[in-house]
């Protein structure tokens, strides 16, 4: 299983990114992704997950309204929109996956790392005031 976000950089606060998790090695749609972030000297923190046969999706409430998170099936990515971002967003972001059947995203829990099995390398997302 192979894992490769891309798409962080530099943004002036209110700018958007859109973040991309390359999925690779599960079988079809047979897996659960994902998003955390790691601003230094803090704690990992989660930030949304997305189960890509059922489609359900969950946001932490520090981005719900800003960030939205979606599936390219074709294209076996995973998408993080991230609108109207804010200077505590800067962070390392990360997206790791686990197989469907382990995967517990519902609307109202969001999976600790623990929880999964693969990562990716991280994406640095930098906000600027």
């Known amino acids: 299983v192979q894992l490769v976000e891309s798409g962080g950089g530099l943004v002036q606060a209110g700018g958007s990114l859109r973040l991309s998790c390359a999925v690779s090695?599960?079988?079809?749609?047979?897996?659960?992704i994902g998003w955390f972030r790691q601003a230094p000297g803090k704690e990992r923190e989660r930030v949304s997950c997305?189960?890509?046969?059922?489609?359900?999706?969950n946001l932490a409430d520090s981005v719900k309204g800003r960030f939205t998170v979606s599936t390219d099936h074709a294209k076996n990515t995973v998408y993080l929109q991230m609108n109207r971002l804010k200077p505590e967003d800067t962070a390392v972001y990360y997206c790791?996956?686990?197989?469907?059947?382990?995967?517990?995203?519902?609307?109202?829990?969001?999976?600790?790392?623990?929880?999964?099995?693969?990562w990716g390398q991280g994406t640095q997302v930098t906000v600027s005031s």
């Open positions: 997305v189960s890509s046969s059922t489609g359900t999706t």
């Open positions: 090695g599960f079988s079809g749609d047979d897996h659960g």
């Open positions: 790791a996956g686990v197989r469907e059947a382990k995967i517990r995203c519902y609307p109202n829990y969001l999976p600790f790392g623990l929880e999964y099995d693969h």
